[in-house]
Every structure is written in C-alpha cells, then in structure tokens.
C-alpha cells in the first residue's frame, strides 16, 4: 500500500490516516536540501515602502524556493485569491521560483516533474484516486467564481487529474452539490 496520502500543509494526529504533510513530500523530492522553513516571516520585505509580514507554508534558501499549499479556501474568496497573486509576485521579485499545489491536484510523479522539474523514483500519491468528495465539502459548488476560473486553468495543466476528478463529480450524481457543470463552462471557455 501506498504511505503517501492526500497532500495538506501540516496534518494533525488525527488526520495522519487520511493526509500526508508537504514536508514529507518535499524530503522526497529534495532529498539534499534540509533548510526548509515552514510558516516563518521573510524578514525585511516592503511593498512601496510598507513592510509587510507575509509567511509562505514552506521556504528554501538553497534553493530559493518558495511553495505554498492553496487549501479550499484560496478557491472561495476572491479577495484572498487576489492576495494570491500579490504574494506570488513579490515572491517572484525577491527572486524567489513560487510552486502553488491547489488542493485537487495531488503530488504523483508526472505533477512533481511538471510543477518542480524534478524526476523521482517514489511512487507518490496513487494518481488514479480523485481529490474531491461530497464528504469533505470540496467540490466545484464550494467555490467562488474566481476561484473556478483557476481550478480550470490548473486543469487544463493536469488533464489526467481532471478526468479522474471528473468522473467522481459525475459518481455524484447531483449537480447543484458536485458544480460539474460550472467547472466544465470554464473548461471549455
């Protein structure tokens, strides 16, 4: 059986039978790099002269590397979506690459080779297991417009993700609660 589970930021006790912590991830990843910083301030950083006290979920300064987990609700609200953006490209001018990993795309090798160049020999998440459930409140219909718009755009990166996830949204057989249908306007704009 597969050890790696459903990716999350940092997994309770209570969660670990359900979730894998990015760390675990990233020590498979990058084997070589140990100086990664979880949720810790970038010190002496302003924008137009303010300083601000952003503090991304993981940090590399071998690599300068910034990787952020976009957990459900930086699909649901336009404002923190924005915020999004503004924090990637501060990061980006601080010369930072930014790796985002939406929550419904999960870490299997073909992800991994496409979000961080990177080839690996672990077999990751089982990439035939969908990321939404009715169960978890997940699905397309939880989300605002914006944040549609994205997870079509990040579904035209990993088409196989999409059809996998696809065909658990159509299992459900409701889609006033599964969002099929919005997701797939999008998919086809």
Not at 179 to 188: D, F, I, P, Q, V
Request: aromatic share 12%; hydrophobic share 40%; charged share 30%.
């Amino acid at each position: 059986m597969n050890k790696f589970k459903y990716l999350r930021e940092k997994v309770s006790e209570k969660d670990s039978s359900f979730f894998t912590p990015l760390i675990e991830y990233l020590k498979i990843i990058f084997p070589e790099i140990d100086d990664w910083i979880h949720d810790k301030i970038i010190p002496n950083v302003s924008i137009d002269g303010k300083k601000v006290r952003y503090r991304p979920d993981f940090r590399s300064e071998t690599l300068k590397m910034i990787v952020e987990f976009d957990g459900l609700q930086h699909f649901q609200n336009p404002t923190k979506i924005r915020m999004d953006g503004v924090k990637t490209e501060l990061y980006q001018n601080l010369g930072y690459k930014v790796v985002r990993i939406p929550y419904f795309i999960q870490l299997t090798k073909g992800v991994v080779k496409k979000l961080f160049d990177v080839d690996i020999n672990v077999d990751l998440f089982d990439e035939n297991t969908p990321s939404f459930g009715i169960k978890w409140n997940n699905t397309p219909a939880f989300l605002c417009q914006a944040g549609i718009k994205i997870m079509a755009k990040i579904f035209k990166i990993f088409p196989q993700q999409y059809e996998i996830n696809k065909k658990e949204l159509l299992s459900i057989n409701d889609d006033f609660i599964s969002g099929l249908s919005l997701l797939e306007r999008e998919m086809n704009s």
